[in-house]
């Protein structure tokens, strides 16, 4: 069983910066893979990045690529998520989430996904 708790969530105009952290309680974090997904109010959770076990390879949906960066530090058991040059768009609850299958090196569906947070709120501001 791995626990997920994101922070770093908060109101920010835009064109400004958050990071976000997702902090895992399990000592096997290394052994899962990770990722960040968002839900806009009234709209489905998407996938937004994801990161290998390693940390060795990231993937990010369109509309945030050259903008947000993923990385993990697995002595942690925290993974990150830096976001710049924020949108309006950009507004929602974002969810760390895991997946603890062998099969799995990077996590693009909710159908991949093991375990969930509780999520964090990042309001951006026009």
């Known amino acids: 069983q791995v626990q997920l708790v994101e922070s770093g969530g908060g109101l920010v105009q835009a064109g400004g910066s958050l990071r976000l952290a997702c902090a895992a309680s399990?000592?096997?974090?290394?052994?899962?893979?990770m990722a960040w997904f968002r839900q806009a109010p009234g709209k489905e959770r998407e996938f937004v990045s994801t990161i290998s076990r390693s940390g060795g390879a990231t993937y990010y949906t369109g509309s945030v690529k050259g903008r947000f960066t993923v990385s993990r530090d697995n002595a942690k058991n925290t993974m990150y998520l830096q976001m710049n040059s924020l949108k309006p768009e950009d507004t929602a609850v974002y969810y760390c989430?895991?997946?603890?299958?062998?099969?799995?090196?990077?996590?693009?569906?909710?159908?991949?996904?093991?375990?969930w947070g509780k999520g964090t709120l990042v309001t951006v501001s026009s």
């Open positions: 989430a895991a997946s603890s299958r062998a099969t799995t090196v990077l996590i693009t569906t909710t159908a991949m996904v093991d375990y």
């Open positions: 399990s000592r096997s974090f290394s052994s899962h893979s």
